[in-house]
């Protein structure tokens, strides 16, 4: 694989990676004449230029494996038995060279650098006929879209490289890590600027004030932990957290999308809830689309009844937490055997499970979805990366803060909404295990409980450590409605605190030998 230092994306690559956008989240003009000199003239370039940022090439490698592999592999909600990558996720025994890792390196990083050439050929080639608030909110949508990257980097490994100029990798391709203090400064630099300059609203899909606002939230609920190892968190910034996040809960004008189960329904896709969703086109190549439904179990439900190459099957551990209560999330989520499915195969009369697998982003067939040109590789599905409840959930704990536990009426109110929603019964108070918990079920499968537990380890590290150490990650058999765990998969070795920074992969440590050295300051 390429290492971050080979990515030096030029810009007519990143016009070009248009293509793969949703056709009607921005209708584009014929290419065959474009240049960098020529495209950024008018404010209708600009906009088409930061569509290219929402999917296809920058965000297909992050998508296709990472994404729910290190956010819910190995934070213990899946597992994948036959895939040895995805095993040494599970079984915290990852190496140097594990292709997962390494993608989701690469492919973060691809998605800055494609930021990156945006942001200068705008502030370079655009002309000064162009509004300087189109500018800066064309610039808003790149700096919105590089700050989630960097959140997933810095999360992933912690001190890593901060690059605004990819050009400069040309003569100086050997780079320093920055400290995490500095790279989470960046990513707020990057939020508080888009909060700034994106507008209140825009065409479905597209990032908007309370996208940037609802992301601040969360990456300063983070940073109050940092340094923080005795439980106690930052108050200033659990302040700004409770700011920006409560911000989106009461002046954004969103709710809740009413069903939890249709959310995930592709005809639903960049509703009110979603706040930031990838774009993904039908009919389009290899690396270039939605290649989630490759993990089907089946290819009686897959596009072209194709694949269902990857079989990745749900914990005891997360099993457990679902109540008899709770159907609605867990059975959007995973599928147990006898659970039916209308609306996958709905021509075939339905697909009813004969396994314990995953159901969220399983959208079925072509025919399903009214999309004759859906590929098993480009799913038309939006899978969103933030909505509305994850927000309404840090802005909970944002309230909570450093209490042992809290009954106050506005953290109730957001986190019984998504309770409510769920069908469950609401909570008289909650504390951190509540809320952690509540995360897990509501999240599930989009790749956000492993960052849940880093942002607990920097605070409360035993704690976090406690949470992995004491789960069932292992399948299990389901029968009459009684689940009966599986041996594991493998030796699984004990998490400790060190278990929530990943290791540097080793082609970009041979490609990068400055990478081991100690991190330096960003800022001075």
């Given at each position: 694989m390429k290492s971050i230092y080979a990515l030096i994306v030029p810009l007519l690559f990143v016009i070009v990676s248009i293509t793969s956008c949703q056709k009607d989240f921005l209708e584009r003009p014929s290419l065959s004449q474009i240049s960098s000199d020529n495209f950024y003239q008018t404010t209708a370039d600009l906009r088409l230029a930061t569509a290219a940022l929402y999917g296809g090439s920058p965000w297909w490698q992050w998508n296709?494996?990472?994404?729910?592999?290190?956010?819910?592999?190995?934070?213990?909600?899946?597992?994948?038995?036959?895939?040895?990558?995805?095993?040494?996720?599970?079984?915290?025994?990852?190496?140097?060279?594990?292709?997962?890792?390494?993608?989701?390196?690469?492919?973060?990083?691809?998605?800055?650098?494609?930021?990156?050439?945006?942001?200068?050929?705008?502030?370079?080639?655009?002309?000064?006929?162009?509004?300087?608030?189109?500018?800066?909110?064309?610039?808003?949508?790149?700096?919105?879209?590089?700050?989630?990257?960097?959140?997933?980097?810095?999360?992933?490994?912690?001190?890593?490289?901060?690059?605004?100029?990819?050009?400069?990798?040309?003569?100086?391709?050997?780079?320093?890590?920055?400290?995490?203090?500095?790279?989470?400064?960046?990513?707020?630099?990057?939020?508080?600027?888009?909060?700034?300059?994106?507008?209140?609203?825009?065409?479905?899909?597209?990032?908007?004030?309370?996208?940037?606002?609802?992301?601040?939230?969360?990456?300063?609920?983070?940073?109050?932990?940092?340094?923080?190892?005795?439980?106690?968190?930052?108050?200033?910034?659990?302040?700004?957290?409770?700011?920006?996040?409560?911000?989106?809960?009461?002046?954004?004008?969103?709710?809740?999308?009413?069903?939890?189960?249709?959310?995930?329904?592709?005809?639903?896709?960049?509703?009110?809830?979603?706040?930031?969703?990838?774009?993904?086109?039908?009919?389009?190549?290899?690396?270039?689309?939605?290649?989630?439904?490759?993990?089907?179990?089946?290819?009686?439900?897959?596009?072209?009844?194709?694949?269902?190459?990857?079989?990745?099957?749900?914990?005891?551990?997360?099993?457990?937490?679902?109540?008899?209560?709770?159907?609605?999330?867990?059975?959007?989520?995973?599928?147990?055997?006898?659970?039916?499915?209308?609306?996958?195969?709905?021509?075939?009369?339905?697909?009813?499970?004969?396994?314990?697998?995953?159901?969220?982003?399983m959208v079925g067939t072509q025919t399903d979805n009214n999309s004759p040109n859906m590929t098993l590789v480009s799913s038309v599905e939006h899978n969103s990366l933030l909505r509305l409840a994850?927000?309404?959930?840090?802005?909970?704990?944002?309230?909570?803060?450093n209490n042992g536990s809290t009954a106050d009426g506005e953290a109730l109110q957001y986190f019984n909404a998504v309770r409510k929603r769920a069908g469950v019964d609401p909570a008289p108070s909650l504390n951190i295990d509540t809320l952690i918990q509540e995360r897990r079920k509501e999240l599930a499968y989009e790749g956000h409980y492993w960052f849940d537990l880093v942002r607990l380890s920097y605070y409360d590290p035993q704690k976090a450590v406690s949470f992995l150490n004491d789960q069932q990650r292992v399948t299990f058999a389901y029968s009459s409605g009684i689940a009966t765990p599986n041996a594991p998969i493998g030796s699984i070795t004990p998490a400790n605190p060190g278990t929530f920074t990943l290791q540097l992969p080793s082609a970009e440590l041979t490609a990068n030998p400055k990478l081991a050295d100690a991190p330096v300051r960003y800022y001075h």
């Open positions: 296709t494996q990472p994404y729910m592999m290190l956010g819910d592999v190995m934070s213990g909600n899946l597992i994948s038995q036959w895939w040895g990558d995805a095993v040494q996720l599970n079984t915290f025994s990852i190496t140097g060279q594990n292709a997962i890792m390494q993608q989701a390196w690469t492919g973060l990083y691809i998605v800055v650098a494609h930021c990156n050439s945006t942001i200068n050929a705008i502030r370079e080639k655009a002309p000064a006929s162009i509004p300087e608030s189109d500018k800066n909110a064309a610039i808003a949508e790149a700096r919105f879209i590089r700050a989630m990257a960097y959140y997933h980097l810095v999360m992933l490994w912690g001190d890593v490289p901060i690059i605004e100029d990819n050009t400069k990798l040309i003569s100086s391709p050997l780079v320093n890590r920055n400290t995490k203090a500095d790279v989470y400064r960046f990513i707020t630099a990057d939020l508080i600027f888009a909060s700034r300059n994106l507008p209140a609203t825009d065409a479905a899909g597209r990032a908007t004030t309370w996208s940037a606002q609802g992301m601040a939230g969360k990456v300063y609920l983070t940073m109050s932990g940092l340094s923080q190892e005795g439980g106690s968190r930052n108050q200033t910034y659990l302040d700004s957290a409770k700011f920006y996040a409560g911000n989106v809960c009461k002046n954004s004008g969103r709710s809740l999308f009413p069903s939890y189960y249709d959310l995930f329904k592709t005809q639903f896709n960049d509703n009110p809830e979603s706040l930031f969703a990838l774009q993904w086109a039908p009919g389009v190549t290899y690396g270039f689309g939605n290649m989630l439904q490759t993990y089907s179990p089946s290819s009686d439900i897959t596009p072209n009844n194709q694949g269902a190459w990857l079989f990745l099957q749900p914990t005891y551990d997360l099993y457990k937490l679902y109540s008899k209560k709770d159907t609605i999330r867990r059975k959007a989520s995973f599928m147990l055997p006898g659970d039916k499915y209308p609306e996958l195969n709905a021509a075939g009369g339905g697909y009813t499970s004969n396994s314990s697998t995953l159901k969220k982003h994850d927000v309404y959930l840090v802005y909970a704990e944002a309230i909570l803060g």
